[in-house]
């Protein structure tokens, strides 16, 4: 069993910052890959960035590469979303997830990820 809390979320102005983590429990955290999704009103979960175990791989969604950036300390069974440059259409509640099926490359489907959070709401005004 694994339990994920994440925070940081909140209001922000367009082009403003934000640093979202998720504190990991219950299992041994440096053994699986670590995501972040998003869901905006009436609209379905997406990917967002994903990192694997010891956060050498990363992979990104094209509407966020080159703002966004994911990252892991171990040491504290965190992981974390750096998000700079926000945009309105980043508007969403944001969800970390863990993949403990011990892929190498972290994985973007929604359907690969064991356990989820319970969402942080991020507001980007224009």
């Known amino acids: 069993q694994v339990q994920l809390v994440e925070s940081g979320g909140g209001l922000v102005q367009a082009g403003g910052s934000l640093r979202l983590s998720c504190a990991a429990s219950g299992r041994t955290f440096s053994r699986y890959a670590m995501g972040w999704f998003r869901q905006a009103p009436g609209k379905e979960r997406e990917f967002v960035a994903a990192l694997n175990w010891n956060g050498g791989k990363t992979v990104y969604d094209d509407s966020v590469k080159g703002r966004f950036t994911i990252s892991r300390d171990n040491a504290k069974n965190t992981v974390y979303l750096q998000m700079n440059n926000l945009k309105p259409e980043d508007t969403a509640v944001y969800y970390c997830?863990?993949?403990?099926?011990?892929?190498?490359?972290?994985?973007?489907?929604?359907?690969?990820?064991?356990?989820w959070g319970q969402g942080t709401q991020v507001t980007v005004s224009s």
């Open positions: 997830a863990a993949d403990l099926s011990g892929s190498w490359f972290p994985r973007t489907i929604i359907n690969d990820y064991d356990y």
